[in-house]
């Protein structure tokens, strides 16, 4: 099958366009997924929609399932799960996994871990493919230069039934960061620049390709966490144009392209996977790697950044009547006063970990400003969650597991944690935590808890100082 | 799937903005693996006290709106995760419409899955239907799919827009995997030629 386009093609459409099966008359097209990730939470409805149909699962080579955020990250794991609605969840999707013969990491595999982290770090995610699973973090995989976004518990049962997806194509907007990040700042920092730029709902209906030399260097890690992020600028996914860093990540892992002819097939055509020159974008973001500060949010919606060098704004600072009132509520939340210099805001938890911030590259990072140091006092609880049983593996074997825990951080076993709170994970109310996850809605980790996102270098910071800290000045 | 044609029903207003699906029904609520029963924890934080009584000062708890069938709030409703439990507990509390200036992609779509109309207006005319549900609560709004049309007594009437597929779909109940599994052929056919193209895909 060679199709001539005559257009150039922006690395979106040449996906899309390899995926079409069939559009109908309105616009509206059926599309082939590659693959689908399925976890606890969002499938017993679906599972249970094919019993009911009498269906099966279409394409079982491209299903793998795992359980993650009801999962305890505590030692005594392996006495299974006390808390009896979470335990039910994850007994219901091993259950559907044995019926309809579905692959599954339990909670006692090494390679369980959050959804993910897992799909790339088993090779399940490559460029060029669709990607989808009932959790709109999905966007993480677009890192890979995949197509990949979240989706509702009907669609996952379309997809277990069809290996397909009704969908329109989306718009496409390029962000490009021009130049190199400064030191201390991070993908993390850079994202959350971005989401303050662009705002929540900047992204709707779009899909966001990220662009420009401080992006091309960052490593498949700092890629992903970028990419994770989207669905908090409204986007439901993000892309980055595989290279030789993508296919040099996914060389030799268990379920990659095997090694000789066809992973060299496969990436003769993964390198065709870029824009082409002159392709148009329906918007355009630019920004400069120099202006973006290590960024912290202050309060209740990820738009609400602000660098650490600055201080809690005002309702006042704010144009728009109902962000004005909006504001009001978060700094009554957040238990903030508008003009506290950020730096003075003192923390009881940290949290690191989740499917932004748990990869082996995040807990080197914290243990590079944490080494041969201790975590203040007014810390209640510092852990760390790593993102999967093979990252908390590798971590254990570069020694890194050993820093952390002298410094005084809890070390954990993987799950989504406190990035939601599902597991008994939780901060208590009017608790102010550093986290390095993606979401500081308001109960989010823990009702009444107050978030302040942040990358894991910064984090590792605060819990050294005890308060919102510049990493530049540690 | 139940059908959608005509709605007529008491409009519930909700003043707020960016509602996200961690407000609209919070995660311990997620472990059902049903999906009913979730109407009396929707925004669950917003609308109990810590001991479980009603907030007098939530708009929803309002003796008025407890037969409401359309919901009318403010711009980006149902940001956050891709929970379908957010359009579930809604339509469980009895909403079948939500009116919003702009809504979150997953949460919009979500809807009409569950049979719900989300529809966007501009603000002006979403203000004026939220300003009147909130003085006039008996009043019932109309909500015509096939005309798209939405009326409020002989005060209102706002015209809105919706996707053909979509409002195709809802008037007639269809449910998308029997409408997907009605092209089998073209799909074999793709997967056909996708083996060739991609053959690393399937080992
Ligand atoms: S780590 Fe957090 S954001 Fe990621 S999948 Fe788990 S709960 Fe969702």
Aim: glycine share 8%; proline share 4%.
């Amino acid at each position: 099958m060679t199709e001539n386009y005559t257009q150039p093609r922006t690395l979106f459409q040449k996906i899309w366009d390899d995926h079409v099966i069939h559009t109908d008359d309105n616009g509206t097209s059926l599309i082939w997924i590659d693959r689908h990730l399925v976890h606890e939470v969002t499938s017993p409805q679906a599972f249970e929609g094919l019993r009911m149909a009498n269906r099966k699962v279409y394409h079982l080579e491209g299903t793998l399932a795992v359980c993650d955020h009801n999962v305890p990250t505590t030692s005594d794991r392996g006495e299974g799960i006390k808390e009896e609605e979470s335990r039910i969840q994850v007994e219901t999707l091993y259950q559907n996994c044995a019926d309809f013969s579905v692959k599954l990491f339990d909670m006692m595999d090494k390679r369980q871990g959050i959804v993910h982290i897992i799909g790339p770090e088993q090779g399940f995610t490559q460029p060029g493919m669709t990607i989808v699973c009932g959790d709109s973090h999905t966007s993480t995989h677009g890192a890979f230069g995949a197509l990949a976004f979240g989706i509702g518990t009907s669609e996952v049962e379309h997809v277990l039934a069809t290996q397909t997806l009704i969908q329109k194509p989306a718009k496409t907007m390029r962000i490009t960061v021009n130049g190199t990040l400064p030191d201390g700042v991070t993908a993390k920092d850079m994202i959350l620049a971005i989401i303050g730029e662009i705002g929540t709902a900047g992204g709707t209906g779009y899909v966001l390709e990220y662009a420009g030399e401080a992006v091309q260097s960052l490593s498949m890690e700092g890629r992903m966490t970028m990419c994770n992020m989207s669905i908090e600028a409204g986007a439901r996914a993000g892309l980055i144009a595989p290279d030789q860093t993508t296919f040099d990540y996914i060389k030799d892992r268990p379920m990659a392209p095997k090694d000789g002819a066809e992973f060299d097939k496969a990436v003769k055509y993964w390198k065709t996977l870029k824009s082409d020159k002159g392709a148009t974008y329906d918007k355009e973001v630019i920004l400069d790697a120099k202006d973006i500060a290590p960024t912290v949010t202050w309060g209740t919606t990820p738009e609400d950044v602000m660098p650490i060098t600055g201080s809690v704004p005002a309702p006042s600072d704010f144009d728009d009547e109902a962000k004005q009132q909006s504001v009001t509520r978060m700094l009554d939340y957040m238990g903030l006063a508008a003009g506290t210099r950020l730096q003075d805001i003192t923390l009881d938890k940290i949290f690191i970990g989740s499917c932004t911030n748990g990869r082996i590259e995040d807990l080197r990072a914290v243990a590079a400003v944490v080494a041969g140091k201790k975590i203040a006092e007014n810390i209640k609880l510092a852990m760390i969650v790593p993102g999967s049983g093979l990252v908390k593996e590798q971590a254990e074997q570069e020694g890194i597991a050993d820093i952390l825990m002298k410094a005084g951080f809890d070390w954990r076993e993987p799950g989504c944690s406190m990035c939601l709170g599902m597991n008994p994970d939780q901060l208590e109310p009017g608790e102010r935590c550093a986290s390095t996850s993606n979401r500081n809605f308001e109960g989010r980790q823990g009702r009444g808890g107050r978030t302040h996102l942040m990358s894991p270098a910064m984090a590792a910071a605060a819990a050294i100082t005890g308060k919102l800290t510049d990493i530049r000045e540690l | 799937m139940e059908k959608f044609t005509k709605l007529t029903g008491i409009a519930a207003p909700l003043r707020m903005i960016n509602v996200d699906t961690d407000i609209i029904i919070p995660k311990q609520f997620l472990k059902t693996v049903k999906r009913t029963g979730l109407g009396v924890s929707a925004f669950y934080n917003i609308r109990y006290n810590e001991d479980g009584s009603a907030k007098e000062d939530f708009s929803l708890n309002k003796t008025a709106y407890q037969k409401a069938s359309i919901l009318i709030t403010g711009e980006n409703f149902g940001c956050g995760s891709s929970r379908e439990h957010a359009p579930w507990a809604i339509l469980d509390m009895g909403f079948k419409c939500i009116i919003a200036p702009s809504f979150a992609d997953i949460f919009y779509n979500n809807s009409f899955k569950n049979g719900i109309l989300p529809i966007e207006l501009p603000q002006d005319q979403v203000d004026q239907l939220m300003q009147s549900a909130e003085d006039n609560p008996e009043a019932t709004i109309e909500i015509d799919l096939e005309n798209q049309k939405i009326t409020r007594g002989n005060e209102m009437s706002f015209d809105f827009d919706i996707d053909p597929f979509r409002k195709h779909c809802l008037m007639n109940g269809l449910d998308d995997i029997g409408l997907t599994l009605e092209k089998k052929a073209h799909i074999a056919e793709f997967e056909t030629s996708d083996k060739q193209k991609r053959s690393w895909l399937y080992e």
